[in-house]
């Protein structure tokens, strides 16, 4: 943490893998679990890891607030459906957790891991049965199912390959990923906007970025459904829970790398001082006011805090998105339930969420979408400035025709206006 904010460097941390064995209460034979319904067989096992969170936490210094860190998704792209004969699939599809994968949540809370990146799709063996089946992951990853990776030889080859699955062939992935990100940011021939970004946020911008395609998705909500406590009020604790496996979910880079017709993203870099605010003012394309269709607005803030070890908050600065304006700011009606609360999503070093909605919506201040960036001190005296990177998608239907992001080009070829509150 300390030398992420010193010399502005983003550390990518595996989550850590939890070979340990899990008891699946709800069947009592080998045979029962075998031939169960797979999506009711996925449900007992999620289930079973949300029972034993506490057993399977994160593997120092995952729990870093700096650093992304990274937990593997139950994904591999060699996996044809076939599996040895010993060996059950635990989950229906590639969208959710390797079952192996450590699970947070993170100091005070924090939402961690923050993403999920393909780690093998890792299947299970039943190891003991009676009262209740009790599986383990497999022995060692193979061809049908791991991820082939460079692998020590025992005769020395520099060569070598081997199958492996789990959190660090992930953060591996996850790794390539931003130097996808930052090539293409660093494209001015190809026509990024920022290829003369200061070198100073370079690794914000890429923690931004990387997290910015990210979303629970399909499984989110099925869990959100499924998982307990359910009943008014109790939303907080049960996506707290989902996040512990989640984090901000699997991110969809090639929607980061490129835009589309009707999506735009916008990036800007700074820095702010505490008990202050930035404002941002993002255009909006014309032809949308009054109009019901559907839009959505994607915002991801990253920043590095420096700390305070000697206080139990640690983390010294705390930023957040609000509305710039008390008129209606938000142009999408509601935040999408299936992703980290509003209360989670302000306790690390990453601020990231996606409003959608399809009502007709009255845009303010001539057109322009006001956002409020603003700092904090939480652990002691802040007397330095934040260094931060923000990430902002805009999309409407493809139906509506709207040239997003050739409107939103146009209009930002001026510099955005940027003012201090």
Not at 42 to 71: C, D, H, W, Y
Request: glycine share 10%.
């Amino acid at each position: 943490d300390f030398l992420a904010h010193r010399y502005r460097v983003l550390f990518l941390v595996s989550a850590g893998n939890v070979l340990d064995r899990l008891v699946i209460p709800e069947y009592t034979t080998s045979r029962e679990f075998e031939d169960a319904d797979p999506e009711e067989r996925e449900k007992a096992i999620l289930a079973a890891l949300n029972a034993n969170k506490s057993q399977r936490t994160l593997f120092s210094p995952a729990e870093s607030v700096n650093a992304l860190t990274i937990g593997a998704a139950h994904k591999s792209a060699v996996f044809n459906g076939g599996l040895p004969a010993n060996l059950i699939d635990p989950f229906t599809d590639e969208s959710q957790p390797n079952i192996v994968s450590a699970m947070g949540l993170g100091y005070r809370k924090t939402v961690k891991p923050d993403l999920l990146m393909a780690g093998g799709r890792m299947p299970v063996r039943v190891v003991a049965f009676g009262e209740s089946v009790t599986i383990a992951p497999a022995d060692r990853p193979a061809r049908l199912f791991g991820i082939k990776a460079a692998a020590p030889d025992q005769l020395g080859s520099t060569r070598h390959e081997d199958f492996t699955c789990g959190t660090s062939v992930a953060t591996a992935l996850a790794t390539r990923a931003g130097h996808r990100i930052f090539d293409t940011l660093m494209d001015g021939d190809g026509g990024s906007n920022h290829d003369d970004l200061p070198p100073d946020y370079r690794a914000l911008a890429l923690k931004a970025l990387l997290v910015h395609g990210a979303a629970w998705g399909p499984k989110g909500e099925m869990l959100d459904g499924f998982f307990q406590p359910q009943g008014q009020g109790q939303h907080v604790a049960r996506r707290d829970d989902i996040a512990r496996l989640f984090g901000y979910g699997i991110p969809d880079i090639e929607r980061v790398l490129d835009c589309t017709e009707n999506r735009a993203t916008l990036l800007g870099v700074g820095t702010i001082a505490a008990d202050s605010a930035l404002l941002y003012r993002i255009p909006i394309p014309d032809g949308l006011d009054g109009q019901r269709a559907f839009r959505a607005l994607t915002t991801t803030l990253a920043w590095f805090t420096p700390i305070n070890a000697r206080h139990q908050g640690y983390r010294k600065a705390a930023l957040d998105i609000s509305p710039g304006t008390d008129e209606k700011y938000w142009i999408t009606n509601q935040r999408d339930p299936y992703q980290p609360t509003d209360k989670a999503v302000v306790r690390g070093s990453l601020f990231h969420e996606r409003r959608t909605g399809a009502q007709a919506a009255v845009f303010v201040d001539n057109g322009e979408l006001l956002l409020r960036v603003s700092c904090r001190a939480t652990a002691g005296e802040l007397d330095q400035e934040i260094p931060f990177a923000l990430a902002i998608s805009f999309e409407v239907g493809v139906e509506t025709g709207i040239p997003v992001y050739e409107e939103i080009r146009a209009r930002i070829a001026p510099q955005v206006g940027v003012g201090v509150q």
